[in-house]
């Protein structure tokens, strides 16, 4: 099937319900390996048992730059070719890295609490986080604010790419802010490398958390676009009535 | 700092990580229910794609 | 008179007549100000400390609000369209419209904010470098925040989705404002290299705002 085919709506649906399950089973596999070697891995030396929090932490944050980076490739398809199927993309991809944004920031927090004794601290990675968040919640705040879908993605194309020129600027600024601030809690990850026995389980787990991350993309694409022809439908149903 | 009291947040986090993700693919799955039975109760009213004249048409409402 | 100074002197005339609403920026700016202190407490060695942080807080949000109707009220009374379908680049259109809005609601905000300061019991160095970095940063503010103004032209409840959009992508610029404006009053840091990088900032944010504001108006107004 070549990539062009993928394009209409129709065939990209015939291809997600066959890959869908699939994908999800491979998915449930890899997760239970990396769980496993998570479970299996060393106490670091400093941290402790708390390092464990680290597998679900760090592909989480991984996961929620990812989301953004899909988005801005999909704002790209909408502005440029006027794709509905990058639409579908951007709008499906927003709540998934919205979620990992989130867990990334909960997982953060209960790893900081035995860490640094609190809860939150406004250290320059969870600081550029949150403000992600915030962001993923502005532009799903406006896929909801506009009525008509075509148009909803084209604003919401514009605020991504904005967006993504923005965020390294924020990661940038925090970063300067937080040693200008607080030098004192920087944090470190067990000296500067990781050990391999560590190193494993994470890469392990960060291909789980990427495989978990678009086979949900993908169904929630597949909704978006059922959702899209229930709209369709509807409409066409309306007109003849009228 | 006991280790017990790391044990609890160890399995905070994971618990943590097990309902949002939970709540994702509920989420998804929920929503590709209620679609199919939007699309399958519009069909058994007879409002279907199928109804269309032309392909063509077909290919500019699903882009609208 | 070109069309860009047409527009110029127009939106600037609008904003000063009779419902045009540049003055009710400073009136909030003034507001907001005096409510921190009912807020914190009368402790003027922390509202000295706090000061150049609540100013900027204070005029990041009043350029904001004050942002809300900047096109929608053209897109309302079908200006928007003859803009749109003149031959004058969309693109400079939006930075005449965004200078106007600086000139008429940035602008008071520098001018009240030594006076406002006073009651923060700011010192004159503190003063003079918290009115530099306001004169320098706020055109930052407006010209991102016209992105929002443009996205939220067409939508009924505009105003607050403005603010939700526009408020995460200003937090460089306030950091670094703040920053420069704390050095005359705490900070470990230096004046010098903040403000360098809020000068870059607004010189950004005059490239990147109209044309994406200007996009964005092509966008929705199809």
């Not at chain 3, 127009?10 to 005096?34: E, N, P, S």
Request: proline share 6%; net charge neutral.
């Amino acid at each position: 099937m070549a990539i062009a085919d993928l394009a209409n709506p129709s065939r990209f649906l015939t291809l997600a319900n066959r890959s869908i399950p699939w994908l999800g089973g491979l998915t449930v596999i890899v997760f239970a390996y990396g769980i496993d070697q998570a479970m299996l891995a060393p106490d670091d030396y400093q941290q402790g048992a708390t390092v464990k929090i680290m597998f679900l932490h760090v592909p989480s944050a991984w996961l929620g730059m990812l989301g953004w980076g899909l988005m801005t490739v999909a704002a790209f398809g909408t502005l440029v070719w006027r794709h509905p199927l990058a639409d579908v993309a951007a709008k499906a991809a927003a709540p998934i890295g919205a979620a990992f944004t989130l867990l990334c920031l909960v997982t953060g927090s209960l790893w900081g609490r035995p860490e640094w004794g609190t809860y939150w601290v406004w250290d320059a990675r969870l600081t550029s986080e949150l403000v992600l968040f915030l962001l993923y919640l502005a532009v799903i705040a406006l896929w909801r604010t506009v009525e008509d879908p075509s148009r909803a993605a084209r604003a919401a194309a514009i605020l991504t790419l904005v967006g993504a020129i923005d965020l390294p600027i924020i990661k940038f600024s925090v970063d300067w802010w937080n040693t200008l601030h607080q030098g004192a809690s920087v944090f470190r990850l067990g000296g500067s490398t990781i050990y391999p026995t560590i190193l494993m389980p994470l890469l392990v787990m960060a291909v789980a958390f990427t495989l978990l991350f678009f086979t949900l993309h993908l169904a929630a694409m597949r909704n978006e676009i059922l959702r899209r022809r229930v709209r369709t439908l509807r409409l066409m149903q309306a007109n003849a009535v009228s | 700092m006991d280790p017990a009291n790391h044990m609890g947040f160890i399995v905070a986090a994971y618990a943590a990580t097990l309902v949002i993700v939970g709540a994702l693919i509920a989420w998804v799955m929920l929503d590709y229910r209620a679609q199919q039975r939007t699309l399958a109760e519009l069909d058994r009213r007879g409002v279907s794609r199928r109804s269309a004249p032309a392909p063509a048409m077909e290919q500019a409402k699903e882009q609208a | 008179m070109t069309p860009l100074a047409a527009i110029l002197v127009r939106d600037m005339r609008i904003a000063i007549r009779v419902g045009g609403g540049a003055l009710i920026g400073v009136l909030f700016f003034v507001v907001v100000v005096t409510l921190i202190p009912f807020a914190v407490g009368p402790d003027l060695p922390l509202l000295k400390r706090i000061g150049p942080a609540i100013l900027w807080l204070a005029a990041l949000l009043a350029s904001l609000l004050a942002l809300d109707r900047l096109f929608s009220s053209d897109h309302e009374d079908g200006s928007l369209d003859l803009i749109l379908m003149s031959r004058a680049p969309l693109e400079l259109v939006v930075l005449a419209k965004g200078v106007a809005h600086w000139l008429t609601t940035g602008l008071p905000l520098i001018v009240a904010a030594p006076l406002v300061g006073l009651l923060l019991n700011l010192d004159a160095p503190a003063e003079l470098t918290l009115v530099v970095t306001l004169l320098v940063g706020t055109p930052a503010l407006t010209f991102i925040g016209l992105i929002g103004a443009a996205i939220a032209v067409t939508l009924q409840r505009g105003g607050l989705l403005l603010a939700v959009i526009v408020l995460p992508l200003t937090v460089p610029v306030l950091i670094f404002g703040v920053a420069a404006a704390n050095a005359a009053v705490v900070g470990p840091a230096p004046f010098g290299t903040p403000f360098t990088i809020l000068c870059a900032l607004t010189l950004a944010s005059l490239v990147v705002g109209p044309f994406a504001a200007a996009a964005a108006l092509r966008q929705e107004m199809e």
